[in-house]
């Protein structure tokens, strides 16, 4: 069964930084992206960085600030988070494509307050 464990969520003040990975594990044969979302209350999901075959991607909210990176060795990819906000405080969810399937991880917290 494939799945996808997320770690590296917490609560940081504003302008720190928190590092969220991402590992797949079970039959995997071919990664084709890999990525992340996130959610606060009220509001609907959002892509926040994808990484696929032949490039990378950023919400314009976060761009400059977060990076997005992969080890394929380790079928894992993580989120580089700088400069955090107050308004990046959401769920953040593990999104890859899998064998050509998408998987979703559990969701991470992570708070951004004084």
């Known amino acids: 069964q494939v799945q996808l464990v997320e770690s590296g969520g917490g609560l940081v003040q504003p302008g720190g930084s928190l590092r969220l990975s991402c590992a797949a594990s079970?039959?995997?044969?071919?990664?084709?992206?890999m990525g992340w979302y996130r959610q606060a209350p009220g509001k609907q999901r959002e892509l926040v960085a994808g990484?696929?075959?032949?490039?990378?991607n950023y919400a314009d909210s976060v761009k400059g600030r977060f990076t997005i990176s992969r080890d394929n060795a380790k079928n894992t990819v993580y989120l580089q988070m700088n400069s955090l906000k107050p308004e990046d405080t959401a769920v953040y969810y593990c999104?890859?494509?899998?064998?050509?399937?998408?998987?979703w991880g559990q969701g991470t917290q992570v708070s951004v307050s004084s």
């Open positions: 079970g039959s995997i044969f071919t990664i084709y992206a």
């Open positions: 999104n890859a494509n899998l064998n050509g399937y998408v998987y």
């Open positions: 990484i696929d075959i032949g490039s990378v």
